[in-house]
């Protein structure tokens, strides 16, 4: 069974500060690891993927299979920043267009 | 491109009646998943369409059902509404990973069900 477990619920980051997001992962497989983040009163949306290995708005994550993990980081915290996180896990298969969501994060930035 | 349009954004209903919901998903895109948002349970997996059939179904009971039309659009049902489906149903749709896509899900905007 796939599971993702954020284990913060909660999270306050002053402005400037770093921010780090936990997420972890179990699946035996081969998963493709999703950073989705809620805005107020916005749709959910993706904000990063593993493949891609991209930064978007400062955002990086890392997948560690040997930790089973994939938190996001970003070195410097701004305002607008400050939403509800999703990790979520897929299995890479065809045909198979699961996602599998943490419980979320909601981060607070401090000014 | 329009986004994921879901219908009616807000629903009231009381316990024993039925529900049905509606999503168009973005043009081109075949694969329309149904997710539920609760404040306990998070975001839970209720099934996949691709071609209108189901192709993934997560953990809930027989009373939530769901199809797919030929133009991609596709409707979940709730039958026998209890106190505990009050959520926020969410659409997602996503390219057929066949053609190079990856399981990038685009969300619509949610329906808010509450149920009395």
């Known amino acids: 069974a796939q599971r993702v477990t954020q284990p913060e619920k909660l999270l306050s980051v002053f402005k400037g500060a770093p921010v780090e997001l936990k997420c972890n992962y179990s699946?035996?497989?081969?998963?493709?690891l999703f950073w989705y983040v809620q805005y107020s009163r916005q749709r959910l949306q993706l904000l990063l993927r593993h493949i891609s290995r991209e930064s978007i708005k400062g955002f990086t994550a890392d997948l560690n299979k040997g930790e089973t993990s994939f938190h996001l980081k970003k070195p410097f915290a701004q305002e607008e920043d400050s939403a509800m996180y999703y990790c979520a896990l897929s299995n890479r298969n065809f045909g198979n267009e699961k996602l599998t969501f943490g419980t979320g994060t909601r981060l607070t930035i401090i000014p | 491109k329009a986004g994921v349009t879901q219908t009616p954004r807000y629903l009231i209903k009381t316990r024993g009646q039925q529900v049905t919901l509606s999503c168009s998903p973005i043009?081109?895109?075949?694969?329309v998943s149904w997710y539920q948002q609760t404040p306990g349970q998070g975001l839970q997996f209720l099934f996949e369409y691709f071609s209108e059939t189901q192709r993934n179904k997560g953990n809930f009971p027989g009373r939530f059902s769901g199809r797919q039309f030929s133009n991609s659009r596709s409707e979940m049902n709730v039958s026998t509404l209890e106190l505990g489906d009050s959520a926020l149903y969410l659409c997602?749709?996503?390219?057929?990973?066949?053609?190079?896509?990856?399981?990038?899900?685009?969300f619509g905007p949610g329906t808010r069900l509450t149920v009395l």
């Open positions: 997602a749709s996503s390219l057929e990973r066949g053609r190079g896509g990856y399981n990038e899900q685009f």
């Open positions: 043009s081109g895109h075949r694969s």
């Open positions: 699946y035996s497989g081969s998963p493709e």
